[in-house]
């Protein structure tokens, strides 16, 4: 009869053999991504895939177990979970096998990421520090820009005398971090103030 070479209330649970290493997880699972190797594999049993069964009637892939545990959970939770030591190029290679969509566009993201991460480095600030009366200040802070950050006023003196013309004179730091990409080439900040 159609169907006999099924077990009957155990088919809901799926044994994978990756590479020499045991899986087990319900069809349900597999099937989250309806197009993918796996959906097929367990789902739509069929001539197709001529998929071969080990002696335990685990489904055999020819694949790197390593790698695989990251596809599988994400699956079950929809999380895309990689432990440090793992290579996320490896998940990429297996998501993409596996073709399940979803999982290669969190991949490459993750990828896309830690590159731009890695590429800056650390960060580095370059320090200006200017000098202007008090008169000045509220314009020179108005006008500061690419990326110019005020940080510090410092108060160096002051005229109490209010008939004379000298008004009280400060220092201020100003900071912009580094990026890498200007490859060491500091832009003139825009502001008009006296250095």
């Not at 020499?20 to 959906?39: D, H, I, M, N, W």
């Not at 020819?62 to 596809?71: A, E, K, L, N, V």
Request: proline share 5%; charged share 25%.
């Amino acid at each position: 009869p159609p169907g006999a070479d099924r077990p009957p209330a155990a088919s809901k649970w799926v044994r994978l053999n990756v590479g020499g290493t045991y899986f087990v997880s319900t069809r349900q699972t597999l099937c989250r991504e309806p197009k993918s190797f796996l959906c097929r594999l367990c789902c739509q049993d069929g001539p197709e895939l001529g998929s071969d069964k080990d002696e335990t009637g685990a489904y055999l892939i020819d694949r790197d177990p390593t790698y695989f545990g990251p596809i599988l959970n994400y699956l079950r939770h929809g999380k895309l979970i990689i432990n440090k030591e793992l290579a996320e190029e490896g998940v990429l290679e297996e998501a993409e096998f596996y073709n399940i969509a979803s999982l290669v566009r969190l991949v490459k993201e993750r990828i896309r990421d830690n590159e731009n991460r890695t590429s800056q480095g650390p960060v580095k600030h370059v320090y200006r520090v200017l000098q202007c009366q008090e008169e000045e200040l509220t314009q020179m802070v108005s006008t500061m820009s690419d990326g110019w950050k005020f940080e510090q006023l410092i108060s160096i003196g002051s005229s109490y005398n209010y008939g004379n013309e000298d008004q009280a004179e400060f220092l201020c730091v100003v900071s912009r971090e580094l990026n890498n990409s200007t490859n060491g080439i500091v832009k003139e900040p825009s502001e008009k103030a006296k250095v």
